[in-house]
Every structure is written in C-alpha cells, then in structure tokens.
C-alpha cells in the first residue's frame, strides 16, 4: 500500500515557476512507476509525465514538454514535478499517482497561473 501526499501548488504569473512535491509513504515506492496528472475546471483529467522505478526513463505530454520535468528520489520517497514557464491553461489541480494502473493516488494540489 502507497499513500501519496501533495505539497508546493500554489499562484504563479505567466512565465514563472513551481515545483511540486510528492511524499509517498511504503515500502513499494522505490519499485513503481510514478506520474503527474492534472484536471483543469470542467475538463477530464489529463496525463502530465511519469517516471520509471528507478528514474531512468520518463515520458512528458506534448502540452508540457521541453517546459515540465518530473524527477524521484528514492531516498526520500519523494517525486518531483518542476514546472517552469508556465501558461495559464497550465492551471489545475496537480495529482500525484502511482503503480500498475494508477492504483494510488494522492489529494491533489491547485496550481493557478495568472496572466
């Protein structure tokens, strides 16, 4: 069992910066892919990125690529999301997910970016 918890939403202008964290507690998180997900107002939630178990090997939506970079540190049971120039039809709230199927998820937190 994984539970995930979200820190670091938060409002930001056009062309700034966040970085969100996920904390994962148990023991299988250093084994399981782990992704960031997203759902804007009125729409599906969407894919943002995912990492592999071991960090070697990620994979980015077109919508966020070259900007969005998603990291772990197994260390500290914790995976990154650096958001960097970021648009406001960025704004969401940003989910943590985890495992074969997305099993695990986390809360969410709300990312707000202004024009």
């Known amino acids: 069992q994984v539970q995930l918890v979200e820190s670091g939403g938060g409002l930001v202008q056009a062309g700034g910066s966040l970085r969100l964290s996920c904390a994962a507690s148990g023991r299988t998180f250093t084994s399981i892919t782990m992704g960031w997900f997203r759902q804007a107002p009125g729409k599906e939630r969407e894919f943002v990125a995912r990492?592999?178990?071991?960090?070697?090997?990620?994979y980015y939506a077109d919508s966020v690529k070259g900007r969005f970079t998603i990291s772990r540190d197994n260390t500290k049971n914790t995976v990154y999301l650096q958001m960097n120039s970021l648009k406001p039809e960025d704004t969401a709230v940003y989910y943590c997910?985890?495992?074969?199927?997305?099993?695990?998820w986390g809360q969410g937190t709300q990312v707000t970016v202004s024009s």
């Open positions: 990492i592999n178990w071991r960090g070697a090997n990620t």
């Open positions: 997910a985890g495992g074969n199927g997305w099993g695990y």
